[in-house]
């Protein structure tokens, strides 16, 4: 064991590898089965200054390494397990402990030893040398790392996978290759780009063998060992046909990238055309759905997986100006034939792995719930939402008057302090301004959520408030124009937008697309436009639907908190959900102490009574609470469900920590049954199983961070947000296959945008809306069953609401309301 330099613990005590970290080293060598080990360092001294570890010369080094020499020879290891960047180039040759770690590798000081890279046990609870913490999930891959390194002791040599790598030279080679893997149905894909052209493809059919076929090396006199044109059109025809067959089923990598580009590239406007069917296996989603939290790349997934060493530097900054085609074409080879080996590694997990006492498993889940959301979210992305641009323009001046009138007013509060213009984004500007001249008590930061939390709970005058809303306020509207309106559109004149399918939760999230994925960075991430204020309106109104279209916006109604009374059960919160009462009203007025008086409600078993009570007490809570605090409502309930601290929830809820802290007290007063029943069973359950949690649809997550307060807040999450995110996923495929005019251009957890036709040339122009409505309610409303969640439950109906609009995304109404604005259409 072999780490970097010695701790201060490690001097004080005269022993390698001694206090806290050291204790931690030997608990997870232990855990991999091995007793005693001989604990050392590359340095044997503490450097002085951290940064002469990068830059220390070899005469420096020299004595250490002739002291390590020695205790090698002495000891003749068969594995040296390396802690550490440092020492892993000392020992291994190579740079960077984060993409080597779990690799395999040649010692270069010792001929006939393997080293086994990881990360420093120690960095889990302290930062190391260069200020960096790990996070406590880290431990997860640590101990595989010392697994793998307790294993290969037993094993004598250097023995890396061996893989037939080949570069196609012809159509024959080619065709040669396929017929010698005519018997195998399955099939890893996977692409090399050059400013998003696909140039190579790999194939594999087996962990041990792969192909690279370059798509565009045509023989002329400037490329003379290039392929003969003839060839290069019979290779085509072959690698199309190949993937296009339904029969040889694909495996992939994160593959919407690989299938965008091989349909069209260079932004959608070069069209490929090698379509993909029979794509069945992503390693990506198959990988996140075994360990939600941890990384889905290629590279980490082989490094825990397989004992195929970090190989990504291979193909890294591949310029065919410059370097030879061939480096490029072994790299697309070897991803092949390393992701085949990961599916195969992979798939025995997922069948190994019960998820319900009906025995069916993670595979069964994956297969039939995540894998269908690959084709799904391609749609989606390819779709796109057309912009009205003389909206744009109109936008874009309104908002860099306002960014001018804010900036203004800055300078005005300002100039007695600085004689210069203050800019918001400038690193010195504002701490200067702040904490030198306004005298404001200092912060690391003075990012938003710092000067937020100055302005609500330190800051008491006008005058300092005032600076400190107008730098917000100038760095909202900077950002405003740059991320929303100017963001770039398509040749097709739409706004798209990037899906990430893997978040812990199984929730999405969306960001703009660029490069590799695209030429230049375009669109915008959707999700992170807000639903309510002027600015989430404001983009929304150069949304519009297409010529012949409208807009058709479906979303769960208060999903996540039935979810959570259901949990709890909370029965009076059920009550007031199945009835209609508007919770997040009351939440609001039991903050301030307005809330009817709802006995009579929650004791009435007759179901009219119960009816005719709710409207009166709706009635009573609109007349006492606004719909922008109704909005603090629904935070400070989300806040509850999820047990925020009131550091958190006052962010949420936009006022001072000590407001935010009596507001959840009055919400976890009236609802007890949040905290116990829902939250104490979750964390009875995650001691019970493993800390694995487990939603009604069978979506899995074992949690990886440090027991406490954070893992629980996490998991009181987990199952309420997985739940309503899949249930209308799932809900919008089956819309989908009912209504397949009905294109989908936009998921955002509980609720769907999609484009609903118009039969111009009909009797009843709006017929499609209708029948949308009734196939959406019918899926959308479907009862959840929680017989197999972690937490066993009845079942559950979250009503769904829907609206309509055919001027743009802004304008949209309910479907009753535009039923009547429309009576003549229908």
């Not at 037993?154 to 396929?178: A, D, T």
């Not at 001249?437 to 690391?444: F, I, M, S």
């Not at 996540?560 to 009351?586: C, P, Q, S, W």
Request: with cysteine; net charge positive.
């Amino acid at each position: 064991m072999v780490g970097d330099y010695p701790s201060l613990e490690d001097l004080r005590n005269s022993r390698p590898f001694s206090g806290l970290g050291g204790t931690l080293t030997r608990d997870f060598l232990a855990k991999a089965g091995c007793t005693s080990a001989y604990f050392t360092y590359t340095l044997k001294s503490r450097p002085s200054h951290f940064k002469e570890l990068r830059n220390i010369k070899d005469h420096e080094l020299a004595p250490h390494m002739e002291q390590l020499r020695k205790e090698f020879a002495a000891l003749d290891p068969n594995v040296i397990l390396v802690l550490g960047d440092f020492s892993l180039r000392a020992l291994a040759g190579v740079h960077g402990i984060d993409k080597y770690r779990g690799s395999i590798l040649p010692c270069i000081t010792k001929s006939d030893c393997k080293v086994v890279a990881s990360l420093n046990p120690a960095s889990l609870i302290t930062k190391d040398a260069f200020g960096k913490m790990r996070s406590f999930s880290d431990s997860t891959f640590i101990q595989w790392d010392f697994n793998r390194a307790v294993k290969q002791s037993e094993i004598r040599g250097y023995n890396p996978p061996r893989r037939h790598l080949q570069v196609c030279k012809s159509s024959i080679q080619l065709e040669r290759f396929l017929n010698a893997n005519k018997g195998r149905n399955r099939v890893s894909v996977d692409i090399e780009t050059y400013h998003t052209f696909p140039i190579c493809i790999g194939l594999a059919f087996t962990r041990n063998e792969a192909m690279s076929i370059p798509l565009f090396n045509v023989q002329d006199y400037r490329n003379i060992e290039g392929i003969p044109h003839s060839q290069i059109l019979s290779i085509w025809k072959q690698v199309a046909e190949l993937l296009a067959d339904p029969n040889v089923l694909k495996i992939g990598q994160n593959f919407k990238f690989d299938e965008r580009q091989l349909v069209a590239c260079n932004d959608g406007k070069s069209v490929i055309g090698l379509n993909i069917n029979g794509f069945f296996f992503d390693t990506n989603l198959a990988f996140k759905t075994l360990f939600p939290e941890l990384s889905g790349s290629l590279q980490f997934i082989a490094s825990v997986l397989t004992e195929e060493p970090y190989w990504k530097e291979e193909g890294k900054g591949f310029n065919p100006k410059k370097d030879k085609f061939d480096r490029l074409l072994l790299y697309n080879a070897k991803d092949a034939a390393v992701t085949y080996e990961c599916y195969e590694e992979i798939e025995e997990y997922l069948q190994a792995i019960k998820i319900d006492k009906t025995g069916r498993t993670l595979a069964d889940f994956f297969y039939e719930r995540v894998m269908p959301l690959h084709p799904f979210y391609m749609r989606i992305e390819s779709r796109g939402m057309l912009r009205d641009n003389t909206v744009q323009q109109y936008l874009l001046e309104k908002y860099k008057t306002k960014q001018l009138e804010l900036q203004t007013e800055l300078n005005s509060l300002t100039a007695e302090h600085l004689d210069k213009p203050v800019n918001v984004a400038s690193p010195k500007d504002v701490p200067l301004l702040l904490f030198e001249c306004l005298k404001l008590p200092k912060r690391a930061s003075c990012d938003e959520k710092t000067l937020d939390a100055l302005s609500r709970n330190v800051v008491k005058d006008g005058y300092r408030k005032r600076i400190l809303k107008l730098i917000l306020e100038i760095r909202k509207v900077r950002k405003t124009i740059g991320t929303y309106i100017e963001a770039e559109v398509d040749h097709r004149n739409r706004l798209l937008t990037g899906y990430r399918l893997t978040l812990e939760t199984g929730r999405t999230s969306t960001s703009i697309l660029k490069p590799p994925v695209t030429v230049e960075k375009l669109g915008i991430a959707f999700q992170t436009i807000t639903k309510h204020g002027d600015v989430g309106a404001d983009i929304r109104e150069m949304i519009i639907p297409d010529p012949g279209y409208c807009f058709f916006e479906f979303d769960l109604s208060q999903a996540e908190a039935r979810v959570v009374a259901l949990l709890a059960n909370d029965t009076k919160l059920l009550k007031m959900f199945r009835y209609g009462v508007d919770i997040h009203r009351v939440t609001s007025a039991l903050i301030i102490n307005k809330c009817p008086d709802m006995r009579l409600f929650f004791d009435e078993p007759n179901d009219a009574v119960c009816k005719t009570l709710k409207n009166d007490i709706n009635t009573a809570l609109k007349a006492a609470i606004d719909d922008e605090f109704r909005q603090v409502g629904k935070k400070g309930r989300h806040a509850c469900n999820y047990d925020m601290g009131k550091g958190e929830a006052s962010i949420q809820l936009e006022c001072s920590e000590k407001k935010a802290g009596e507001f959840l007290d009055a919400i976890h007063m009236t609802n007890p049954n949040i905290r116990g029943v829902f939250h104490a069973e979750i964390v009875q359950a995650l001691k019970d199983n493993n800390r694995v949690l487990v939603t009604p649809h069978g979506r899995r997550r074992q949690f990886l961070n440090r027991w406490g307060r954070d893992l629980f807040k996490e998991a009181y999450a987990n199952i309420p947000q997985g739940t309503v995110s899949d249930h209308l996923k799932f809900a919008a495929q089956r819309i989908e296959q009912r209504a397949p005019w009905f294109l989908i251009v936009q998921e955002a957890h509980d609720s769907i945008l999609g484009l609903c036709p118009l039969d111009v040339g009909g009797f009843r122009p709006f017929k499609h809306v209708e029948r949308l409505a009734k196939i959406v309610k019918e899926e959308c409303e479907q009862e959840i069953d929680f017989t197999h969640c972690t937490l066993s439950r009845g079942s559950l109906v979250i009503p769904c609401d829907i609206g309509v609009g055919d001027k743009s995304w802004k304008y949209m109404t309910g479907l009753d309301k535009f039923r009547i604005a429309n009576a003549d259409r229908f």
